[in-house]
C-alpha cells in the first residue's frame, strides 16, 4: 500500500484554522465524504502550485464514530477509538465528539479562509461545525502564555519516525493518530505570579526558553511531566487563539503521533500525576473544553476512501507492538485534483 502521507510533518505557518465536524443523523453521508476527500487533495495541489512558499496545506481527521459509520476499512487503525476522558483528582481531560477534523495551514489567512469557505459550503447540508479555531504565530512561536511552546518537538527525519506510523501497522503505513485539545488560560491568574513562579509552572526560563536542570526543576511542572522520555515523541503543532470580547484566550492543542498510547501516556502523567497527585501545576492556569482522537489517513486513501477491507496479507504483516518501529523517509506522491466514486 502506497504511503503518501498527508502534511502532518510540517512546520506550522503563521496562522491555522482548526475545524471539528460532526454529521447530521439521519442524512446519506457517503457521497459528500467521498467529495470532502477529493476536494482536501485539490486544495492541497492547487495550493502547492499557486503557493509553494505559503506553507499552505490542509489535513483531514477521521474519528471512530465516523469511521464506523462510512463503512471504512476494515480493521480501523489499531489504536482508533472514542477517547476516554482522563480523570485526576483535581483536573479532567475530557472527552468531547468530533467526526471530521480539518488542519488548515497558511502563511497567509486569505488562503485559509479560502480552504475553509469551500469545505463548509461542501460539509453544511450534512454535518455541523463544533468547533472553529483561528490560530496565529504569537511573536517567536510562544503561547499566550508568554513562554515558547513545542520546544520538545521532534526534528529532521526525527518527525516522519513519531508522526507516521511505519511498518508496525502495515496496513495504514504513512497514517497519523491526531489528537486535539482546546485550551482556554486564565491568563488573569497566570500574570498575577512573579516570573519566578511562572517559570517554575513550565520548568524553563520565559525569555531564553532554557530548561532548568532535573535538581532544581519542580516535579509537577510542565516540562517535568508532559515529557515521557526521548524515546517517545509527538509532533505538536499548537497555536495560540484568542477573542478580547469573550475573553477566551488558549491554546489549540494538536498532536501528530504514530501511536496514540504516547499521547495517552502524557496526558495520565499530567492529569492523575506521577506519581499520582502530582498533577501539572500549568493546568492550574489552563482548562482543556475538548478533547477528540482521529486518524489521519494517507492521500491515496482519500483517493479511494470506498476500497473496502484492508488484504489479510496485508494485515497479518505486522506485529501487534506499536512502539518498535522502524523510521523512513515519507514521499507525497503526485496526485490527481479529482477522484471518481461509484
Known amino acids: 500500500m502506497s504511503t503518501d502521507a498527508q502534511n502532518v510533518l510540517d512546520y506550522h505557518g ?8 460532526k454529521f447530521k443523523e439521519g442524512v446519506a453521508i457517503n ?13 492541497n495541489n492547487s495550493a502547492a502550485i499557486r ?41 479532567q481531560a475530557v472527552s468531547t465528539p468530533g467526526d471530521l477534523h480539518f488542519h488548515i495551514r497558511g502563511n497567509e489567512k ?25 490560530g496565529f504565530r504569537y511573536w517567536d512561536g510562544r503561547s499566550i502564555l508568554g513562554f515558547v511552546d513545542g520546544t520538545e ?35 488573569k491568574a497566570f500574570n498575577a505570579l512573579p516570573l519566578h513562579d511562572q517559570e517554575n509552572v513550565f520548568g524553563r526560563s520565559k525569555q531564553n526558553d532554557i530548561e532548568m536542570s ?24 499548537n497555536l495560540p487563539f484568542g477573542n478580547m470580547s469573550t475573553n477566551e484566550m488558549g491554546t489549540y492543542f494538536i498532536a501528530y503521533a504514530s501511536t ?6 502524557m496526558l495520565d502523567k499530567m492529569f492523575i500525576g506521577s506519581p499520582e497527585g502530582n498533577y501539572d501545576r500549568l493546568l492550574d492556569f489552563s482548562t482543556p473544553k475538548t478533547g477528540t482522537l482521529f486518524f489521519v489517513p494517507t492521500l491515496s486513501f482519500l483517493e479511494n476512501p470506498d476500497a ?14 506499536t512502539t518498535d518501529k522502524s523510521a523512513g523517509s515519507l514521499h507525497i506522491g503526485n496526485l490527481k485534483n479529482e477522484t471518481d466514486h461509484e
Open 31 to 43: 457521497d459528500a465524504f467521498a467529495n470532502i476527500c477529493a476536494l482536501v487533495i485539490n486544495l
Open 153 to 187: 518537538n521532534p526534528q529532521g527525519e526525527k518527525r516522519a519516525f513519531f508522526g507516521l506510523i511505519g511498518d508496525e501497522d502495515p496496513a495504514y503505513k504513512g497514517g497519523s493518530y491526531l489528537f486535539v485539545q482546546k485550551y482556554i488560560h486564565d491568563l
Open 14 to 21: 503563521s496562522n491555522a484554522i482548526f475545524l471539528v465536524w
Open 214 to 237: 532535573d535538581d532544581i526543576k519542580p516535579s509537577n511542572s510542565h516540562s517535568a511531566l508532559a515529557n515521557v522520555g526521548d524515546d517517545l515523541k509527538i509532533v505538536r503543532d
Open 260 to 265: 496514540f498510547s504516547t499521547v495517552k501516556k
Open 110 to 134: 486569505s488562503i485559509c479562509y479560502d480552504m475553509t469557505n469551500a469545505l463548509s459550503a461542501l460539509l453544511q447540508p450534512v454535518a455541523d461545525c463544533l468547533e472553529e479555531v483561528h
Open 51 to 91: 503557493f509553494p512558499d505559503g506553507g499552505a496545506s490542509c489535513v483531514m481527521g477521521i474519528g471512530h464514530d465516523a469511521w464506523l459509520r462510512l463503512q471504512l476499512r476494515r480493521p480501523l487503525p489499531r489504536e482508533l477509538a472514542v477517547f476516554e476522558p482522563v480523570s485526576g483528582k483535581k483536573h
Open 308 to 321: 473496502g477491507d484492508t488484504p489479510a496479507e496485508v494485515t497479518a504483516q505486522a506485529p501487534v507492538e
